[in-house]
């Protein structure tokens, strides 16, 4: 079984320390505030540049629930975000329709880990974009 929160934390460490994730991917960290304790969670993952947001997208591996981080940044769509050798406040903001559409399927075809996430699943996977304040 492989401990998420250990791995997370390499990520997290590593990511802080080069500037990037070892794989080279086009990674971030998102800082989102606990939605029942109020504590701040930081989680690594991969994104989607576009224009001047930064795409995420809510996979959690294709469980059946939505991630953690995911439910926080609704409560609170306030966030702070480390990226390509900045960290700042980012307003969150979930893209539906043709544009989510379209941000999904560019996703998945840069990464097809996302499309078999997807099909383990029938909850369909926010996508959100992050925009800088």
Known sequence: MIDLQA???RVIAEFRANGRHGDGLPTLLLTTTGARTGR????PMLFL???DRYI???ANGGAPGHPDWYRNLVAEPSVDVEADG???TAHAVEVSGAARDRLFAKQAKAFPRLAEHQS???RPFPVIALKRV
């Open 7 to 9: 791995m997370n934390e």
């Open 40 to 43: 701040r969670h930081v989680t």
């Open 49 to 51: 540049a576009d224009d």
């Open 56 to 58: 995420v997208f809510a």
């Open 86 to 88: 900045e960290a700042f």
């Open 120 to 122: 383990k699943t029938s």
